[in-house]
């Protein structure tokens, strides 16, 4: 089980970024992914998540009306769609998958891809 996430990049206050989370060796429709992200001097933070089926999306507080996380089937893919960045939002930015539950958590996950860096100018 693998995962990657892909995507970051330097963007200054206002702008968008895609966050991609691309999964080799299973197939990331059986699993619910959670997004976090940690920033420095600061604790990891649960910023969204989305059930195996998509019927159940979740996204902490600070970033709903600004983030949308979505999967594409076809790409074995989950994307994190960043709109209006706040340097707030500077983070490291990783993929997770709990295996425990297809449901959308922010607990106990089992795999974890490598982070991608989000860097937001004011």
């Known amino acids: 089980v693998q995962l990657q996430a892909s995507g970051g990049g330097l963007v200054q206050a206002g702008g968008s970024l895609r966050l991609s989370c691309i999964a080799s060796g299973f197939t990331l429709d059986a699993y619910s992914i959670t997004w976090f992200r940690q920033a420095p001097g600061k604790e990891r933070e649960g910023v969204s998540c989305?059930?195996?089926?998509?019927?159940?999306?979740d996204y902490v507080d600070s970033v709903k009306g600004r983030f949308t996380i979505s999967r594409d089937s076809a790409k074995n893919t989950v994307y994190l769609q960043m709109h209006n960045l706040e340097p707030e939002d500077t983070a490291i930015y990783y993929c997770?998958?709990?295996?425990?539950?297809?449901?959308?958590?922010?607990?106990?996950?089992?795999?974890w891809g490598k982070g991608t860096q989000v860097t937001v100018s004011s």
């Open positions: 997770a998958v709990p295996g425990w539950t297809r449901q959308c958590t922010r607990d106990r996950m089992n795999y």
């Open positions: 989305i059930s195996w089926t998509g019927g159940k999306i």
